[in-house]
């Protein structure tokens, strides 16, 4: 298995609504991260888990809250958005956070907030 | 400065081509770099990586590294439209902590004409 599963797809919620996006990964990768990504944009880095302890946090604002409650599951929890958080939020995942190993990127969820 | 810069396009080049797309980076402690293909609407799929200075292949792409310039470039041989996508750049970069982040450009938009 050399994916990387993102649930759900699409979502579109309010601003005050609380959600989750999900991603799981069975490559036995000990890295994961977030990344957001606004159109015409790079990805830009939200979050990195490494073995399962958070090892960076690009100054994201507290209304997205990470999780890694194992070494296959990364989630993202979100609350009191803002429609600027409109984006496609890509997780990804490597087999360790040095050297050479490439990230391997999900399809993204893309999130709507009105 | 950014951390790393790619030209933004659109690169055009006829059908059988050879497309060159090139980036450069700050950091002189980067120690891998990324080629990644990203249709629209799509998330970013990696094409090739590379971290000794020169060349390496990989049937029509060709990756090439120059650490003193500090430049990094991929060749797309007999391009097709297929080929016709933004084309990012990133490179792993230590945080000093043993964790690495994956830093991307703003990617070049590759146009294959038939």
């Known amino acids: 298995d050399t994916e990387v599963t993102q649930t759900p797809k699409h979502l579109v919620m309010g601003m005050t609504n609380k959600k989750s996006l999900k991603c799981e990964q069975h490559?036995?990768?000990?890295?994961m991260y977030w990344y957001k990504q606004k159109a015409k944009k790079p990805p830009e880095l939200m979050f990195v888990?490494?073995?399962?302890?958070?090892?960076i946090n690009e100054s994201v604002p507290s209304r997205f809250s990470p999780e890694c409650p194992n070494s296959s599951l990364l989630n993202l929890h979100l609350h009191a958005l803002q429609p600027e958080d409109s984006a496609l939020y890509l997780c990804?995942?490597?087999?360790?956070?040095?050297?050479?190993?490439?990230?391997?990127f999900g399809a993204g969820s893309r999130l709507t907030v009105l | 400065q950014k951390e790393v810069e790619q030209n933004s396009g659109p690169l055009s080049v006829p059908e059988g081509a050879i497309a060159s797309l090139n980036c450069t980076y700050s950091?002189?402690?980067?120690?891998?770099f990324f080629w990644y293909r990203q249709y629209s609407g799509k998330s970013p799929e990696l094409i090739m990586f590379?971290?000794?200075?020169g060349d390496k292949e990989d049937g029509r792409f060709t990756a090439q590294l120059n650490k003193a310039s500090q430049y990094v470039s991929l060749l797309i041989r007999d391009s097709q439209p297929s080929d016709s996508a933004t084309y990012l750049c990133?490179?792993?970069?230590?945080?000093?902590?043993?964790?690495?982040?994956?830093?991307f450009g703003t990617g070049t938009r590759l146009k294959v004409l038939a």
């Open positions: 490559m036995g990768h000990r890295a």
């Open positions: 888990y490494s073995y399962e302890k958070l090892s």
């Open positions: 990133a490179v792993n970069k230590d945080q000093t902590s043993g964790t690495y982040k994956y830093i």
């Open positions: 950091d002189r402690g980067s120690q891998s």
């Open positions: 590379i971290y000794s200075n």
């Open positions: 990804a995942s490597s087999a360790g956070s040095s050297g050479a190993n490439v990230l391997t």
